[in-house]
């Protein structure tokens, strides 16, 4: 779908919100809906007209990504120049991102004589089905992370310290992609894998340790998610029993999830293989979300979430046990949502790896 489509499904929007004009604010959506990459961007939209916000800095880059919406170049203050670009398209009610103002920005436009109406998540909405050129992106970034993932696996030895081989992974993906990584790298060894988020710190591998590893890196924009947990020399029997159950349950989750199925259906199939295993408590988080332009996004997968699953969205099943003192285990897998299933994204095989 190309980029003015995009904004007409979005401007088609304001008579129902009351409004003349969409102010968007939040940068994944502003990318989303003009192609514009810069840090400082902001898009006014009207029923047939438009303008893109930016300044000086950027008025090279916003003549070839965003060719086709009339550039508005200011130097100073954004809100100024927002109130302004509103004169312009002779627009007055305008509908905000209710999640890409701030508070201060909010008084000073209607400090300004505009009338902000809150336009929730409407572009969100919009990026939770994604078009094939987005899951190409999104597929050629986790392509670069399976590529990471079997390098890294060779080098894992005695002594390395987490920040060492995350700092490997972050290095051999921005190698091969100027995006870099797509968040900081999950990487823990031994007891620190109890921990869902752990930062990486110069705690050494030792033989009977497991490795858990969540990291993905941005292809154009769009990113990738993956977790995989191996062993390096025997891990403790616990770890072990519990390495099955995680694969099961995210099995359960890939073999179950297709499109029209709600959050909370889908997290229930994944969360009752592990409630059943005794571990219920240990699985402390949302089973997945949305990945594009942002790592977290619509529609997140968490319990009795009610939002319906659609055709096309990318999302992650990640189901995870974490046992304080023991270790923990998380497997990870973005999805393509089909009509009647879902195409598993990366090539990393799920078996316990021991090295
Ligand atoms: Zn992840
Ligand atoms: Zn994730």
């Not at 993956?226 to 770890?239: K, V």
Request: net charge negative.
């Amino acid at each position: 779908m190309d980029r003015s489509t995009r904004r007409s499904r979005l401007t088609r929007r304001l008579p129902d919100l009351d409004a003349e004009a969409f102010l968007v604010t939040r940068l994944p959506n502003v990318r989303y809906l003009s192609g514009f990459s810069g840090t400082n961007g902001q898009l006014l939209l009207t029923a047939n007209d438009g303008l893109f916000l930016t300044d000086g800095r950027y008025a090279e880059a916003a003549s070839h990504e965003v060719p086709d919406l009339p550039p508005f170049i200011y130097s100073g203050d954004t809100l100024d120049a927002v109130v302004r670009a509103c004169r312009q398209v002779v627009a007055r009610q305008v509908a905000c991102e209710v999640d890409g103002l701030t508070y201060r920005a909010w008084s000073r436009l209607r400090g300004a004589g505009l009338v902000l109406l809150p336009g929730d998540r409407e572009v969100e909405a919009l990026r939770r089905e994604k078009d094939p050129d987005e899951v190409a992106l999104i597929a050629s970034a986790q392509a670069i992370a399976d590529d990471a993932f079997e390098a890294i696996t060779g080098k894992l030895a005695e002594g390395v310290t987490e920040r060492q081989v995350s700092f490997e992974l972050e290095t051999f993906m921005r190698e091969r992609t100027v995006g870099g990584p797509a968040f900081d790298t999950i990487l823990a060894f031994g007891e620190n894998a109890a921990e869902p988020h752990h930062h990486p710190t110069d705690r050494a591998l030792g033989r009977g340790d497991v490795v858990k590893m969540d990291f993905g890196c941005v292809v154009d924009g769009y990113r990738s998610d993956m977790t995989r947990t191996l062993a390096f020399g025997d891990p403790p029997t616990r770890l072990r029993e519990v390495f099955d159950v995680v694969r099961a349950a995210q099995l359960a989750g890939v073999d179950s999830l297709k499109a029209g199925m709600t959050a909370g259906e889908i997290d229930q199939v994944v969360r009752d293989v592990i409630v059943r295993a005794g571990y219920g408590e240990a699985f402390s988080h949302p089973l997945g979300h949305g990945v594009g332009l942002e790592i977290h996004e619509d529609p997140i997968l968490r319990p009795g979430g009610e939002e319906v699953v659609p055709r096309s969205a990318v999302v992650t099943i990640e189901p995870g046990v974490y046992l304080p003192g023991v270790g923990g285990v998380r497997i990870e897998d973005m999805v393509e949502v089909t009509a009647d299933g879902c195409r598993v994204i990366p090539r990393t095989p799920k078996d316990l790896i021991v090295l």
